[in-house]
């Protein structure tokens, strides 16, 4: 694959975390009047209808052959992936659960290597290490947070954030094989959206689905899901699918690093939070395990 091809797929996977890291100020608004699952379904309803419009042509694929990647893509990258994320918030700290769900990248090379036979290096692994202290002192520091939420439930936040990295590689490795496909992306993300909504349904009932349908009048409201359904669900998961077609499930993944380095970046621009010296070395040593992660694949 040519060096500008893969010039555009670092810069779409560049966008897309720069986006997925400060949606926590639109989620953190809505969170006042809104349940995690109801943000959940309404960005992806808006996501769904926003490309619709802008592809508003029938996707034909080749039955169920085609039509069984969809499925997984729709159940693991849509559906389960945050719905894990979102349950495991309710067990433990939001730090811990970003430092565990960072850890995908590790679990989209194994199973890369294991399904599309990919050969990893040993920088691969260190970046990994180096990368992942970066993330913790960046969110442990950065929140001012210690260890709190890792004994009793939390241990059970843990176990469900990791599946939520698992389960983030099989959306990625699946994304990789949709691609070979050679589908229009946005046709291929919207009907991933489809098919995450279908599976979604039939959970809400016991996530506490009960919208306070007159909040969602007010103009924030609505500005912010907005935000999050065309920014971080359309606009992103269009971005992400193209820079996996472009880089490969493994490499792209490895921006997944950056996410909680640029979360404390945009806090301390947009809500003022100082930026403490563990915090920069954290910022510095996850950039650091990206670069070396990238020289092993």
Aim: aromatic share 12%; net charge positive.
């Amino acid at each position: 694959m040519g060096a500008p091809t893969q010039a555009r797929g670092h810069v779409y996977a560049l966008v897309t975390v720069l986006v997925w890291a400060v949606t926590f100020v639109s989620t953190k608004v809505l969170l006042v009047h809104l349940a995690p699952i109801e943000i959940l379904f309404f960005r992806f309803v808006i996501g769904f209808a926003a490309l619709a419009a802008l592809r508003p042509r029938r996707l034909r694929v080749e039955g169920l052959a085609q039509e069984k990647w969809f499925m997984l893509a729709g159940a693991t990258g849509v559906t389960l992936y945050y719905l894990l994320e979102n349950i495991a918030l309710t067990f433990t700290t939001a730090s811990i659960v970003g430092v565990v769900v960072a850890a995908a990248p590790l679990f989209t090379g194994i199973l890369s290597a294991v399904v599309l036979k990919e050969r990893l290096h040993a920088p691969f692994f260190l970046g990994f290490v180096l990368a992942m202290a970066g993330v913790c002192l960046v969110s442990f520091a950065g929140s001012g947070v210690g260890a709190e939420g890792m004994g009793g439930t939390g241990l059970v936040g843990m176990a469900l954030a990791l599946a939520a990295a698992a389960t983030w590689a099989v959306y990625s490795v699946v994304t990789k094989k949709v691609a070979a496909f050679g589908f229009d992306s946005i046709l291929v993300t919207r009907r991933t959206f489809a098919w995450g909504l279908l599976f979604m349904v039939p959970t809400l009932p016991f996530l506490g689905f009960s919208p306070d349908w007159a909040s969602l009048g007010a103009l924030e409201m609505w500005g912010n899901l907005v935000f999050l359904g065309l920014g971080a669900s359309a606009l992103c998961f269009v971005t992400w699918n193209l820079a996996v077609r472009a880089l490969g499930p493994v490499r792209t993944s490895l921006y997944i690093y950056l996410v909680p380095a640029l979360t404390v970046l945009a806090s301390a621009a947009v809500l003022g939070d100082p930026l403490t010296p563990p915090v920069i070395l954290g910022v510095v040593l996850t950039i650091g395990g990206l670069l070396l992660s990238e020289r092993g694949k």
